[in-house]
């Protein structure tokens, strides 16, 4: 399996334009995205939608062998406290809920867990609006709102606490208000670190299979 870095937080956090830096360190990306198909549509069809796009893009991409190294601009994760939310405001019962978010939960614990696992805190609101808006989307009166950024943030943060180290192998957490060099520096730093155990373990893992 390649080598993997997966970014997690809620939108506007700078998840797609800190991966893509990783391109000038020979990664290959893989965007997952599915919210330009998915809006408009009731909540559990919308949630079922990107839930399944995004598993299935990030299966889909392990598909190659280990030389290459995949970097992740989101992870199936982040589908969750979105789920929880939408689920709570079109008036679901708790039951209801609970039973969803179980399902999906049972399916991300069966994903291969990526190598690292990078979370762009949301530690500034303000931030995090201005870059929502400046992409200018048709959803961004929805998307920008404070307390659904809040519950977004708050929620990943508590499921990577709980459900994280079964999905990560390393997990850092970054300041998304962070410029957006400053926070690829930081990432670079533990990709290095990350990698260079990786790489080791590949190839005692061949000195193994040789013998």
């Known amino acids: 399996m390649p080598f993997t870095v997966s970014f997690v937080g809620v939108h506007g956090s700078g998840k797609t334009t800190t991966a893509r830096r990783a391109l000038r360190d020979g990664f290959r990306m893989q965007s997952v995205e599915a919210i330009d198909i998915a809006f408009g549509l009731p909540p559990v069809e919308r949630q079922t939608l990107f839930f399944t796009t995004y598993v299935n893009s990030f299966l889909a991409a392990l598909n190659t062998n280990d030389d290459v190294k995949l970097v992740f601009d989101s992870h199936p994760l982040v589908v969750l406290p979105y789920t929880e939310y939408w689920l709570r405001k079109g008036g679901f019962t708790p039951r209801k809920i609970e039973q969803v978010l179980d399902a999906f939960v049972k399916i991300i614990e069966l994903l291969p ?99």
Not at 161 to 167: F, N, P
Request: overall charge positive.
């Open 113 to 211: 867990p990526v190598d690292l696992m990078v979370y762009l805190e949301a530690d500034d609101l303000d931030i995090v609006i201005e870059r929502i808006k400046s992409r200018a989307r048709f959803s961004v009166s929805e998307e920008a709102r404070v307390d659904y950024i809040e519950f977004i943030d708050q929620r990943l943060s508590e499921y990577l606490g709980t459900i994280g180290g079964r999905l990560a192998r390393s997990i850092i957490r970054i300041r998304a208000s962070e410029e957006v060099e400053k926070r690829y520096s930081k990432v670079r730093e533990s990709m290095t670190r990350v990698y260079n155990m990786w790489e080791k373990e590949r190839i005692s893992r061949k000195i193994q299979i040789h013998r």
